[in-house]
């Protein structure tokens, strides 16, 4: 029972600058949760697991960041979002999962100190994300689909699809 009742203390605790927290979210361990001035929800059930590296979640002003009920966020995950970054419902982020919807520099030398446009990445129902996963600024994932571990996901993913690799592609239909 006290695991229990901790984890979801710490949740309100550590998810105390949310816009929205849906009843009977969990965290263990000890994420790093940065709202500037952006929209953060978390729904029902949600499970934040932060014990070996910390999860890192970063929403800048005018951001959305949400995560939909009964979605698994592993160890080690980091998801930015400048614009927005959606996560469906019964979802499964494997650890060290990387989300961004922005790039955060230019690739040129002498722009480099400049912010590119922000591209969302909408990630829909019962989506596995395996560990390692990368998924690029602009990037839509179908409902259903499961992303190999290791892989670099840099164009849309179909639903019910398994994709895998660097770049991610489609292997087969689920």
Known sequence: ???????????????????????R??????????NWGGTLTVGDRVQLISTITPIELAVTAGGTLA???????????????SLEVRIGERCQLGTYTLLMDNDFHRLEPERRLERPESAPIIIGDDVWLAARVIVLPGVTIGEGSVIGAGSVVTRDIPTRSL?????ARVIRSL
């Open 1 to 23: 029972m006290w695991p229990n009742a901790r984890s979801v203390v710490g949740a309100r605790w550590y998810l105390r600058h949310a816009t929205d927290i849906g009843p």
């Open 25 to 34: 979210v969990r965290v263990t361990g000890r994420p790093v949760v940065r």
């Open 67 to 81: 995560i939909g009920a009964r979605t698994l966020v592993n160890y080690g995950t980091s998801i930015a979002a």
């Open 163 to 167: 994709a895998a690799g660097a770049p």
